[in-house]
């Protein structure tokens, strides 16, 4: 934990598999101690990653009343448009917490398998993105940025059943299908300090199996919870993807690896903590029937399972909605 962990991406998939092994022994001891670590070398083109934040960046610039227009049309549907107020991170974890500071746009997977006909998945996880009418690229550079990250989300996936001595190819059946969301998120501009206690991102732990976070370049007030029980800044490295370890995956490995809590804080305004700040955060869930039951590799002889088997789409929903105000 003295220096930020940093994973070559494009050297662990040229390497031969002696050294693949190598670097997944690195990224266990990673993933072991602190569920966080960043992924350079990605291969996603920039005019990827420029389209989408400079469409996102617009889309937060309009008016409310034009942002509403592609609004949540209730508490709980997960996609459009969430203004400030409508999210209380720390309510996953039961804390009573007031709102996080924040606005966000999310969107849900680009396709739907066929002869999908489970009730709750098509309700929540297949619910309608409700695209805004403006600005006019918002939808391609939205699409374009979520196939890119899917897929880079598979790749790391492999990383990591190197990682726990997995053939490389091991999670490939659990993610035909993702339920994955991304999701934009905009900490607006502050007049003054907020009132004690209420944070951009309230601490809380993701849901799923890994996440895929852009953060803008040179913003602070992302912290980690060390072991030792005190937070720890997490810093935004120049080219790369943070990623961290969620829920699903703590589960699937029986806690051998960290789903780290995690929130966005309140820098002092000599640090900039009153300026706006932006973000993209791609979830990568599995699919929804994929069984999520401790991998054997993660047991010892004789260690039992600490936690029963979970199906990864309503596991997701059940979380989901313990966040909305």
């Known amino acids: 934990m003295s220096s930020f962990p940093v994973i ?5 998939e040229a390497a031969d598999p002696e050294k693949k092994r190598q670097m997944g022994r690195e990224v266990d001891l990673i993933c072991r101690a602190s569920g966080f670590l960043a992924v350079k070398n990605h291969g996603m083109p920039d005019e990827v990653i420029n389209g989408v934040w400079t469409q996102a960046h ?25 203004g400030p107020g409508a999210e ?3 309510k996953s974890k039961g804390v009573d917490s007031p ?3 924040k606005e966000s746009f999310n969107g849900g997977p680009l396709t739907m398998p066929p002869g999908l006909t489970d009730e709750e998945a098509l309700a929540f996880c297949y619910a309608a993105t409700i695209w805004p009418d403006d ?5 391609p550079a939205w699409e374009a940025y979520y196939s890119s990250v899917t897929d880079l989300a598979a790749r790391i996936m492999r990383v990591f059943a190197v ?4 053939p490389e190819d091991y999670f490939q059946s659990y993610i035909g299908a993702p339920i994955s969301a991304l999701r934009a998120l905009n900490y607006p501009e502050l007049d003054a300090p907020p009132p004690e206690g209420q944070l951009r991102a309230g601490a809380h732990t993701d849901y799923g199996s890994l996440t895929i976070l852009l953060p803008q370049p040179g913003s602070k007030g992302l912290e980690i ?5 005190a937070w720890r800044e997490v810093p935004p490295v120049d080219g790369a993807f943070v990623i961290n370890i969620g829920d699903l995956m703590a589960r699937w490995t029986n806690d051998r690896w960290v789903s ?5 804080v309140n820098v002092s305004p000599e640090e900039g903590g009153l300026k706006r700040r932006q973000s993209l955060a791609f979830f990568h869930q599995p699919d929804w029937f994929a069984s999520i039951e401790t991998l054997p590799s993660c047991l010892a002889e004789g260690e039992a399972a600490k936690y029963e088997p979970v199906l990864s789409g309503p596991y997701l929903m059940g979380k989901f909605k313990k966040t909305v105000m």
């Open 135 to 139: 600005p006019k690229g918002f939808r």
């Open 163 to 166: 990682a726990l001595e997995l």
């Open 88 to 90: 209380a991170l720390a």
């Open 225 to 229: 919870m060390t072991p030792e029980g």
């Open 260 to 264: 780290t809590l995690h929130r966005v």
């Open 99 to 101: 709102p996080d500071l």
């Open 58 to 82: 617009d889309f937060f610039d309009l008016p409310y009343d034009a942002k509403d227009k592609s609004k949540a049309p209730f508490p709980g549907y997960p996609y459009g448009y969430l």
């Open 8 to 12: 070559d991406l494009a050297a662990f």
